[in-house]
T-cell receptor, first 114, second 114 residues
């Protein structure tokens, strides 16, 4: 079974630039999550999708972060404009009924803002 | 309210000795409980999960955890530590209503002494 795919794995940008991360969840998983993990901390949920609808985006900084999952499959997370404090790993995860609602994570996209 | 507490931010053991990583949870409902491991520069990998079946759960790499409802605990153990076990470990609780709600512990960094 293919896992959760994320790209790019690494990105370095200057502050005020924009960046986009892509995620392809495990096939058939209805729920998709984006997490932000700052070095030395646990993951923080940014946004959760159920199919192509948003379930929870209460911790998403909506003035600069946006995410979409147009066809209920893959998803894109965008940051514009980036700030220094956005330097983190952005983890995508997915879950589905067929896998017992266990959450599976991708390898992460590592962002450094300079 | 639901919460997860990992009682130790850092645990250090000698190679070949037992490992104990402690996790307590608070939940109004019957939760599902997970342990994830994160090696440096990697995503989160599922170690094991409890979903109301057997209270003693065996996972990968020789790890196991016991769900104790009376103590609201889900401690992770391994009889003999290996150098490759050095990583960050996260205890996670999920609640399933209309959509999954995932709560992460703050993480425990496990160090292995030669």
């Amino acid at each position: 079974e293919a896992g959760v795919a994320q790209s790019p794995r690494y990105k370095i940008i200057e502050k005020r630039q924009s960046v986009a991360f892509w995620c392809n969840p495990i096939s058939g998983h209805a729920t998709l999550y984006w997490y932000q993990q700052i070095l030395g901390q646990g993951p923080k949920l940014l946004i959760q999708f159920q199919n192509n609808g948003v379930v929870d985006d209460s911790q998403l900084p909506k003035d600069r972060f946006s995410a979409e999952r147009l066809k209920g499959v893959d998803s894109t997370l965008k940051i514009q404009p980036a700030k220094l404090e956005d330097s983190a790993v952005y983890l995508c995860a997915s879950s589905g009924v067929l896998s017992g609602n266990t959450i599976y994570f991708g390898e992460g996209s590592w962002l450094t803002v300079v | 309210a639901q919460s997860v507490t990992q009682l130790d931010s850092h645990v250090s053991v000698s190679e070949g000795t037992p490992v104990l990583l402690r996790c307590n949870y608070s939940s109004s409902y019957s939760p599902s409980l997970f342990w994830y491991v994160q090696h440096p520069n990697k995503g989160l990998q599922l170690l094991l999960k409890y979903t109301s079946a057997a209270t003693l759960v065996k996972g990968i790499n020789g790890f196991e955890a016991e769900f104790k409802k009376s103590e609201t605990s889900f401690h992770l153990t391994k009889p003999s530590a290996h150098m490759s076990d050095a990583a960050e470990y996260f205890c996670v609780v999920t609640l399933y209503s209309s959509a999954s709600k995932i709560i992460f512990g703050s993480g425990t960094r496990l160090s292995i002494r030669p």
